[in-house]
């Protein structure tokens, strides 16, 4: 894993230095103005201290409406939410107490799950229900005093962070009377969602990926960020006592909301013929259009998300049969098409079972196409433990505006009723693989079954 450089930064004049030869050239110079040393990523780790930050409390005063929003997001809940504290402590705490190696992938994670204790060099941070520092999350004053980032490429949380009184927005001359405000370009951008956002592994893998997603896409291109979408802008007040205008609502809404998920993929299916004799075959076509999200569908935590496609037949008598979907023919497919194979033994590192047997790699039914990107772990197992991921199958997932078909061939069974018959597809979505999810005790609202989309069509069957 590419290694973070110190970066200084002399507050004077903003010059930026990387190369250790050009800072021994200017190292009088540097010597000369009041200097000071800002660290990102790996090497940020104990650099600060808690009191170095506010807490979001001495915010919600003033900024009434923000806060609140902030509290029933994800953000405030990155350290504190069940499935997180489970991943964490039952899973990459124990692997990396069983492999060392993966010690710094341990304390990694709190970099963007609770950033101030990763600053503070308490890691790993006590458990949620002590009520430490840590549960304060993806807090306000994080955000806020990010300056920049480290390197060209987003990853890692390589933001840089200079807590203090300038607290950083997007409107120039913004006046407070509890803290300076500065703009900040940097805060706009894709970009900044992308230092966390962006995962890379301890094997070199993306195993987190959306702001590069996004950014080969149409949206980046119609220079529409994240903050369009998950930021929306609408009338009011950003504090108690500032003038209405325009502000940026802080809902970070995703994966955790219905709505959100709901209707970010279109459906249409249609059959090749509409009328069809009693042992003719049907051909029946899904259309499926990513409307909505501005990065693939799955994306973030994407080798816990499954994304399925459900097609069904219903004669006129209210018999119905399943259709599974017909194959496409390229490698790795059959990893996107569901079946009963066993999955996940890697969690046998953390459980102390090295011959743990594995769990249902999908939990739904055999068949159905599944739009993922696979996750792999050295013996090349699917595997949800994003740091132990060594390779990926076939990225099979709906990109931006992406428009896919899938085609289901179905030869008329003997029993079928005569008349219409009516076909449904369903796309579904669960935040967490239900056997997954069921085997670590996982609360079920985390793979509660959310209907993203579904259509429907028909046709005629003589005798
Ligand atoms: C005593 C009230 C008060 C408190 C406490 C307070 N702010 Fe503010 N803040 C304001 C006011 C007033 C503004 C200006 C709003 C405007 O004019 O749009 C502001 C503006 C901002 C801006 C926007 C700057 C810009 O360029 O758009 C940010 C960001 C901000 N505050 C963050 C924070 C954070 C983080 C905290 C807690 C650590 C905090 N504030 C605490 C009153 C407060
Ligand atoms: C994940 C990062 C993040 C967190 C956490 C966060 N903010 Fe923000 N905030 C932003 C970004 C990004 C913007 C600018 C949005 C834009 O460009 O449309 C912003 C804008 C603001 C503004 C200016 C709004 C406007 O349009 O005038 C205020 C005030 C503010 N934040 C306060 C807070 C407070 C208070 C909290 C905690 C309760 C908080 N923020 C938590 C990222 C964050
Ligand atoms: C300091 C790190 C950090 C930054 C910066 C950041 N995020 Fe996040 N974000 C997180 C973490 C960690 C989570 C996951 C919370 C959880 O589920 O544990 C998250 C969750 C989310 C979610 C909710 C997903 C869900 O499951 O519902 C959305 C949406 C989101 N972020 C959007 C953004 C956007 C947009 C920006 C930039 C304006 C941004 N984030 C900046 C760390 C960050
Ligand atoms: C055009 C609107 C749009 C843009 C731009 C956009 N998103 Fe999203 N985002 C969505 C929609 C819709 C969803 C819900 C569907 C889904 O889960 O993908 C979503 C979901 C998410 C999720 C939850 C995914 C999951 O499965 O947990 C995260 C995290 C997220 N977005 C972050 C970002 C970040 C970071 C950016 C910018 C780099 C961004 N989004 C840009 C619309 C958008
Ligand atoms: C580079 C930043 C980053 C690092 C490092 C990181 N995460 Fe995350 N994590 C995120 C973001 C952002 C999300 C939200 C993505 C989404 O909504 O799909 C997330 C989501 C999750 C989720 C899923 C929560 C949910 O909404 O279902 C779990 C569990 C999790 N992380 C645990 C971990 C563990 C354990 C580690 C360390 C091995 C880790 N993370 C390392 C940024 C990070």
């Known amino acids: 894993m590419e290694r973070l450089t110190v970066r200084v930064i002399i507050n004077l004049r903003e010059i930026l230095m990387r190369s250790s030869i050009l800072a021994c050239v200017v190292g009088a110079a540097v010597l000369a103005f009041p200097a000071s040393v800002v660290l990102a ?14 807490t979001p409390q001495a915010c919600a005063a003033c900024h009434v409406d923000i806060y609140q929003q902030w509290t029933q997001a994800m953000m405030s809940q990155a350290f504190t939410h ?3 504290e489970i991943e964490y402590f039952e899973l990459a705490v124990k692997h990396a107490q069983a492999d060392p190696a993966f010690d710094p992938v341990q304390k990694g994670c709190n970099g963007c799950h609770a950033p101030l204790s990763y600053l503070a060099g308490d890691v790993p941070p006590p458990r949620p229900e002590e009520g430490s520092r840590a549960n304060e999350g993806v807090t306000c004053d994080i955000c806020h005093t990010i300056t920049g980032r480290h390197g060209d490429t987003s990853f890692n949380f390589n933001w840089i962070s200079e807590p ?5 927005g997007n409107k120039e001359g913004a006046v407070s009377p509890h803290h300076e405000t500065r703009l900040s370009e940097f805060l706009q951008t894709g970009e900044f969602c992308g230092t966390c956002h962006n995962e890379q592994n301890p094997y070199g893998m993306m195993v ?10 149409p949206y980046a291109a119609e ?3 994240c903050h369009r979408c ?5 009338e009011g007040q950003s504090a108690k006592m500032a003038a209405p205008g325009m502000v940026s609502q802080h809902l970070f809404h995703g994966a955790h909301d219905a709505g959100k998920v709901g209707g970010s993929v279109e459906l249409r299916m249609h059959p090749e013929e509409r009328e069809l004799l009693f042992d003719d075959t049907v051909v029946v076509k899904v259309q499926l259009f990513n409307a909505k999200a501005g990065h693939k569908i799955p994306t973030g935590s994407v080798e816990d998300r499954i994304v399925w496609l459900h097609v069904t037949a219903t004669d006129s008598e209210g018999t119905t049969w399943h259709l599974p979907v017909d194959p496409k023919g390229f490698d790795g497919e059959h990893w996107t098409i569901a079946s009963d194979e066993l999955a996940y033994q890697d969690l046998g590192i953390a459980l102390g079972d090295p011959s743990f047997a594995g769990l249902p790699r999908d939990g739904v039914p055999v068949g159905d196409r599944i739009f993922r990107k696979p996750y792999l ?42 008349g219409e018959v009516t076909f449904r597809a369903v796309l579904n979505y669960k935040r967490l693989v239900q056997p997954v999810a069921e085997f670590l005790n996982v609360p079920a609202d985390e793979y509660e079954t959310i209907v993203i989309n579904s259509a429907s069509t028909w046709v005629e069957v003589y005798d």
Do not use: C
Not at 208 to 217: D, H, I, M, P, R
């Open 164 to 168: 203090g009184r300038v607290k950083y």
């Open 230 to 234: 998950h930021m929306p802008r609408a």
């Open 223 to 225: 220079g529409v960020p």
């Open 377 to 418: 772990d050295p013996e090349g197992r699917m595997t949800i433990q994003q740091w132990y991921t060594k390779s990926f199958g076939p990225d099979y997932r709906l990109g931006p505006r992406e428009t896919k078909i899938e085609t289901f061939t179905w030869q008329l069974p003997d029993d079928l009723a005569m």
């Open 208 to 217: 987190k990926s959306t702001q590069l997603e996004w950014a080969e896409g």
């Open 82 to 84: 069940h499935w997180d």
């Open 41 to 54: 990523g790996d090497d940020a780790l104990g650099s600060r201290s808690y009191e170095d930050y506010e």
